[in-house]
């Protein structure tokens, strides 16, 4: 009788080929890519529980000492400076990728509904450009987004206004020497620890809490589209829920990926191609 051979399939190779994924597969290839390395298997395990215990103690210490401890122009040059010398250069498109994703998200809200706001702006396109109190801009502009469409009623709107859903070239600086090539997730954890200490209390709470609107912005974007794919991605996240004593750079992580979905999703109604001006560079 012939032996049984028994199926060794690699995990890796299962989620490229997954169909279900509406990613780009170049994207799809970073993202793998990204959890490969050596840092997210060996450092990131680490570097989660030392920059909760960090950030913990720092929050504790800024109720009794409740004033910016640093200012954010410093923050930002720090968090640029470990960005150009630290992190992958994959991970630096991937983070580059996710504000402009967003900006195009809630653009695409303002142009769906009768809001009265301008459009967003801010559509990093090199790392300099992430020193400007960008990550600060990109918590507010969300908020300024929902509290816009207090006043405006969300129906479904035919024919959608599918215009600036593309991403320019991305500058990652991959000629720049890095000290080590940590990924996106490893690189959260650390980043997280600057910015708990830049923002105050409140700024940061509204910072984390600015992740809880995931859902919401995808209940929006199903109501506009009559697209109920948007739903399949919730998490049960409500807005009311008032807890920001939460894994910061995981929420960041889950947060970055379900705009990448509903991003490829609105690309996929509008009817065209993936909105990749240049080929994906991979370390």
């Known amino acids: 009788m012939a032996e049984f051979v028994r199926s060794d399939p690699s995990m890796w190779e299962a989620v490229f080929a997954d169909p279900s994924v509406p990613l780009d597969r170049a994207v799809v290839r970073q993202i793998i890519d990204d959890q490969r390395r050596p840092s997210r298997r060996w450092l990131y395990p680490v570097a989660m529980v030392l920059s909760r215990v960090l950030v913990t103690i720092i929050r504790v210490l800024k109720r009794v000492l409740p004033f910016r401890w640093m200012p954010l122009g410093t923050m ?116 997280n620890i600057p910015f708990s200490v830049a923002l105050t209390s409140d700024e940061y709470r509204r910072a984390v809490h600015s992740m809880r609107f995931d859902d919401s912005f995808l209940e929006i974007l199903a109501v506009i589209t009559g697209d109920d794919t948007f739903r399949h991605w919730k998490l049960a996240g409500m807005s009311l829920w008032m807890d920001s004593n939460v894994d910061v750079p ?34």
């Open 250 to 283: 995981r929420m960041v992580y889950r947060h970055a990926l379900v705009c990448e979905y509903a991003h490829a999703q609105l690309v996929k109604l509008a009817g065209g191609q993936y909105p990749r001006d240049t080929s994906v560079a991979l370390d």
């Open 76 to 191: 930002d040059s720090l968090c640029v400076w470990f960005l150009r010398r630290c992190v992958s250069p994959d991970a630096v498109d991937l983070l580059l990728r996710h504000f402009v994703i967003e900006t195009n998200l809630m653009n695409f809200v303002i142009r769906n509904t009768p809001v009265g706001i301008e459009p967003v702006t801010l559509r990093p396109e090199s790392l300099s450009e992430l020193g400007n109190q960008a990550v600060v801009e990109h918590d507010v502009n969300v908020y300024d987004v929902l509290i816009a469409l207090d006043v405006v009623p969300l129906v479904a709107r035919d024919p959608l206004d599918f215009r600036h859903l593309d991403i320019p070239p991305l500058d990652a600086e991959r000629h720049r020497r890095r000290l080590v090539r940590l990924d996106i997730q490893t690189a959260l954890c650390f980043m």
